[in-house]
C-alpha cells in the first residue's frame, strides 16, 4: 500500500511526463532564440476529459482525437491474457500465455524470481538449467531473478526439482510499448507550457534535480541535444544484440551509440525530465537505459535487467521514470518484485498511469 500512495503521490509528475506533447522534442530541436521560456504565455484552462474505462483486456487508451493522450500509451496486453498454470509447479505461480506457441517442443521466455533468501550460487545453478540462462546477483543485493527459455514441460520439471525455491514465474513477450512518434505537424516553435509543467509548477520553479540521477527505461536518450545541457549520459542497454534474456551492457556516460535513442520516445520522455526549458527538474542528471529497441519494443526482462542494475549500482538519490506500460492490472510478479525492491531502496519510481485520467494505483507493474 505504501508503494501504492508513493505512486498516487507522483501522480503530478507523472502527467507531466505523460501528457506532454509528443512534438515538444521537435519543437525544443528548432526552437533557437535562446530566450528562457519563463516569459511565454501560459497554456488555457487545463481541461480534463471525463475517463472512459473499457469493460475488457486488451484496451488500447490511445485516443487519435486527443494529441496529448495519443503520447505514449502502450497497450498490448494485460493479465488477463495470460493463465496462471495449475499443475504440479511445487508451489510457484506460473503466469502462461495462452496465446503462446502451443508446440510443446517450443522452448519459451520466462522470468523466474526466487525465494528472497536465495544466493548467487544457487541462481548460478539454475540458470545453468536454461541454455540461454541468465541471472541476477542477490549477494549485492539484486531481487533473485533468473530469465531464459525452456519449454512449458521443462519448466515443470525444473520447478519440481527445486520445491519452494521458485516463487512465481511469469513468461515474457516480446511487445511494442510506445507508439511510433507522429509527424512533425510542421510548427516549429513552442511558445507555452505544456499542461503538466504548469501543474507541478516547473515553470516557475526551474533549477530543480540538482545532484538528483534520473533513469530513463526507453528507447535510448540523445544525450548531445542543446536541451540537455550536458547533463545528459548513457547508463546501460539491452537491446543490442536484440536476444532473449538478452546482454546488459554499462556504455561509457558519453557514449553517443550505446544506448543512443533512434525512435525518439526516449529523448521526448527524458526532455520532458529534465530539459533546460521545458523540463520538471532541468537541474537533474538524466541518464539513458535503453530498455526498448529502435522500433519502441522491447522484453520485459530488458526492463527488470535495468531496474536490478540501478538498484546495485545506479548513483543516489535516485528517479526512475518509465513511460512504458503494459496493461492496467498487470500483474507480473518478477517485474513487480524488482520494482519494489526499488521503492523500499529509496528510489522514486515513476511508472506511465494510462493517459487516460484513471487511478494510477491500477497501473503499478
Ligand atoms: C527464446 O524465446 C523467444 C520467444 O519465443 C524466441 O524468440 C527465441 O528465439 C528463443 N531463444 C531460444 C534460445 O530458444
Not at 475517463?51 to 494485460?78: G, H, K, M, N, Q
Not at 525512435?263 to 533546460?276: F, R
Request: charged share 20%; proline share 7%.
Amino acid at each position: 500500500m505504501a508503494h501504492c500512495l508513493l505512486i498516487a503521490g507522483l501522480v503530478g509528475a507523472l502527467g507531466a511526463s505523460g501528457l506532454a506533447p509528443e512534438g515538444d522534442l521537435q519543437l525544443m530541436q528548432t526552437w533557437s532564440s535562446g530566450q528562457p521560456p519563463r516569459s511565454l504565455a501560459r497554456d488555457g484552462p487545463r481541461s480534463v476529459r471525463p475517463a472512459v474505462y473499457p469493460p475488457s483486456f486488451p484496451i488500447d487508451l490511445r485516443d487519435e482525437a486527443d494529441p496529448r493522450a495519443a503520447t505514449t500509451t502502450i497497450v498490448i496486453f494485460s493479465v488477463g491474457e495470460f493463465a496462471v498454470g495449475s499443475g504440479p509447479f511445487a508451489g510457484a505461480t506460473v503466469c502462461t500465455r495462452p496465446t503462446a506457441d502451443p508446440d510443446p517442443r517450443t522452448k519459451r521466455p520466462w522470468k523466474l524470481l526466487l525465494e528472497s533468501d536465495a544466493t548467487d550460487a544457487e541462481l548460478k545453478v539454475i540458470s545453468a538449467e536454461f541454455t540461454n540462462g541468465l541471472q541476477t546477483y542477490p549477494d549485492k543485493g539484486q531481487v533473485p531473478l533468473v530469465f531464459g527459455n525452456m519449454t512449458e514441460d521443462g519448466l515443470r520439471a525444473l520447478l519440481n526439482r527445486y520445491p519452494g525455491r521458485v516463487k512465481s514465474v511469469q513468461e515474457d513477450e516480446f511487445v511494442k510499448m510506445v507508439d511510433d512518434p507522429e509527424p512533425n505537424d510542421g510548427q516549429s516553435e513552442r511558445r507555452t507550457y505544456p499542461w503538466g509543467i504548469q501543474y507541478v509548477q516547473a515553470d516557475a520553479v526551474r533549477g530543480r534535480g540538482v545532484g538528483v540521477s534520473v533513469y530513463v527505461l526507453d528507447t535510448g536518450i540523445r544525450i548531445t541535444h542543446n536541451e540537455f545541457g550536458g547533463r545528459a549520459f548513457a547508463g546501460v542497454d539491452l537491446t543490442t544484440p536484440e536476444t532473449y534474456p538478452g546482454t546488459l551492457t554499462t556504455c561509457s556516460p558519453t557514449s553517443t551509440t550505446c544506448a543512443n535513442d533512434v525512435h525518439g520516445h526516449g529523448s521526448h520522455c527524458a526532455g520532458t525530465v529534465g530539459s533546460s526549458s521545458y523540463g520538471v527538474a532541468d537541474g537533474a542528471t538524466i541518464w539513458s537505459m535503453k530498455v526498448l529497441n529502435n522500433a519502441g519494443s522491447g522484453w520485459t526482462t530488458w526492463m527488470v535487467m535495468a531496474e536490478q542494475w540501478i538498484l546495485a549500482s545506479g548513483n543516489r538519490p535516485a528517479v526512475v521514470s518509465s513511460s512504458i506500460q503494459v496493461g492496467p492490472n498487470w500483474n507480473d510478479a518478477p517485474w513487480l518484485a524488482s520494482t519494489d525492491a526499488l521503492v523500499a531502496d529509496g528510489v522514486t519510481v515513476v511508472v506511465a498511469a494510462g493517459n487516460s485520467n484513471q487511478d494510477a494505483c491500477t497501473w503499478i507493474r
